[in-house]
T-cell receptor
């Protein structure tokens, strides 16, 4: 699977949009971009995933560049409960493949 | 949505004893289960992958005789840490994937193991 690069940490003001970038310049055509987050001392929580189109759900939006070499996860109105480590993972979409976690971005939402 | 549970949520044991951690898929059949380990302030590291009814496949550097994995049914996998030592103290997280056609992984809440 392609490697991802994320900033180590970011701060965001409560109520503002949090934009978390991820670089995946070696992504292949059959690889999806997944985002998970991990709140302290809990298991990872699925947020969203996409292949090439932008995606939106009740938690977040995922913007993937046209060349698919980078993406941005957007939390539209960050709350204190969104403070967590956010992982961007690239994974091929076939049954034999598992999620491999990198360092992630530690997002701190501040009041 | 798919729910994965782990038991216990935390455990303290003495050095030299064995500890078993259970991972259950509550509302789906998990043909594949994954076990991860996470040390403080570090990312999740995959330890092993198990398919129901088969022997687990361990990642490089993970001792299969120390970390015994059993995946005897489609809803239950167990990880036994044998002869635990303080350096085995960690956060252990299981993940389950459903039957063919669904590639999504669902994670359990994790088990905090402390070896004294």
């Amino acid at each position: 699977d392609a490697k991802t690069t994320q900033p180590t940490s970011m701060d965001c003001a409560e109520g503002r949009a949090a934009n978390l970038p991820c670089n995946h310049s070696t992504i292949s055509g059959n690889e999806y971009v997944y985002w998970y987050r991990q709140i302290h001392s809990q298991g990872p929580q699925y947020i969203i995933h996409g292949l090439k189109n932008n995606e939106t759900n009740e938690m977040a939006s995922l913007i993937i560049t046209e060349d698919r070499k980078s993406s941005t996860l957007i939390l539209p109105h960050a709350t204190l409960r969104d403070t967590a480590v956010y992982y961007c993972i690239v994974r091929a979409g076939y049954a034999g493949n598992m999620l491999t976690f990198g360092g992630g971005t530690r997002l701190m939402v501040k009041p | 949505g798919a729910v994965v549970s782990q038991h216990p949520s935390w455990v303290i044991c003495k050095s030299g004893t064995s500890v078993k951690i259970e991972c259950r898929s509550l509302d789906f059949q998990a043909t594949t289960m994954f076990w991860y380990r996470q040390f403080p302030k570090q990312s999740l590291m995959l330890m092993a992958t198990s398919n129901e009814g088969s022997k687990a496949t361990y990642e490089q550097g993970v001792e299969k005789d120390k970390f015994l994995i059993n995946h005897a049914s489609l809803t239950l996998s167990t990880l036994t840490v044998t002869s635990a030592h303080p350096e085995d103290s960690s956060f252990y997280i299981c993940s389950a994937r459903g039957s063919l056609g669904s590639y999504e992984q669902y994670f359990g809440p994790g088990t905090r193991l402390t070896v004294t």
